[in-house]
């Protein structure tokens, strides 16, 4: 817990910000506290947690901080992209998941870009997991000169086809890193159940899990 300011009438949002901030090691300038030993790790604007003995212990030796990936923003409502299965925002409600189940995050892909590599990886107690994400589809175009307009394909069948699209780089993973966990990662719909169902002896074989994330941000493992 924070230590609340001396004088707690004076407490306001600022001095609040300020005294969390003070208490996390891998912030820019924490001159104003470095007789106090932090014990909080800054994950993202607004997003902490309690820090490992092995950070505190990196601290206590001035090793350099390891860089934290920010996680992707929330799209801006009023069109299709701000739907809440986009890969985007399935990308973000992972991240935020794997935060509060204590996990470091060491890299999340920009989706805008369509940035190339694993889109999450993230460490938590010796154990690495990288993570391909797709979102579900939406009924509308979302770029292009027909943005707006209502696809002609049906986003289940879409769906299936980018089940498949995440399979190739979780089994790239495996092949890659054998002691990393590898994760494809959907939002929670019908068909990416279905399609977990028909595939789940396989992917058990080649050690490949499924995670779900739902609209109010929660994960599920179906593995």
Same mark, same amino acid.
């Given at each position: 817990?924070?230590?609340?300011?001396?004088?707690?009438?004076?407490?306001?949002?600022?001095?609040?910000?300020?005294?969390?901030?003070?208490?996390?090691?891998?912030?820019?300038?924490?001159?104003?506290?470095?007789?106090?030993?932090?014990?909080?790790?800054?994950?993202?604007?607004?997003?902490?947690? /309690?820090?490992?003995?092995?950070?505190?212990?990196?601290?206590?030796?001035?090793?350099?901080?390891?860089?934290?990936?920010?996680?992707?923003?929330?799209?801006?409502?009023?069109?299709?992209?701000?739907?809440?299965?986009?890969?985007?925002?399935? %990308?973000?409600?992972?991240?935020?998941?794997?935060?509060?189940?204590?996990?470091?995050?060491?890299?999340?892909?920009?989706?805008?870009?369509?940035?190339?590599?694993?889109?999450?990886?993230?460490?938590?107690?010796? %154990?690495?997991?990288?993570?391909?994400?797709?979102?579900?589809?939406? /009924?509308?175009?979302?770029?292009?000169?027909?943005?707006?307009?209502?696809?002609?394909?049906?986003?289940?069948?879409?769906?299936?086809?980018?089940?498949?699209?995440?399979?190739?780089?979780?089994?790239?993973?495996?092949?890659?890193?054998?002691?990393?966990?590898?994760?494809?990662?959907?939002?929670?719909?019908?068909?990416?159940?279905?399609?977990?169902?028909?595939?789940?002896?396989?992917?058990?074989?080649?050690?490949?899990?499924?995670?779900?994330?739902?609209?109010?941000?929660?994960?599920?493992?179906?593995?």
């Amino acid at each position: 817990m924070v230590p609340p300011p001396r004088a707690p009438d004076k407490a306001n949002e600022r001095t609040i910000r300020t005294h969390i901030r003070g208490a996390s090691w891998n912030v820019d300038n924490r001159s104003q506290f470095s007789s106090k030993e932090p014990f909080l790790t800054k994950l993202d604007r607004g997003l902490f947690r /309690r820090a490992r003995p092995e950070e505190i212990e990196g601290w206590r030796a001035d090793v350099p901080a390891p860089a934290i990936a920010p996680m992707p923003a929330a799209p801006a409502e009023g069109d299709p992209s701000s739907e809440w299965h986009t890969e985007e925002n399935t %990308q973000r409600l992972l991240v935020e998941w794997l935060a509060r189940g204590g996990w470091t995050i060491v890299r999340t892909a920009n989706t805008a870009t369509r940035e190339h590599g694993l889109d999450v990886v993230a460490e938590r107690d010796g %154990q690495r997991l990288g993570v391909e994400v797709k979102g579900y589809p939406s /009924r509308f175009y979302v770029t292009g000169p027909k943005k707006g307009q209502v696809k002609t394909s049906t986003p289940k069948e879409q769906a299936k086809k980018w089940y498949a699209h995440a399979l190739v780089p979780a089994m790239r993973l495996r092949t890659q890193e054998p002691d990393s966990m590898s994760v494809m990662c959907f939002p929670d719909f019908p068909v990416y159940r279905e399609l977990y169902a028909a595939t789940a002896a396989s992917l058990r074989v080649a050690g490949i899990e499924v995670w779900l994330v739902s609209e109010d941000g929660e994960g599920e493992s179906l593995a």
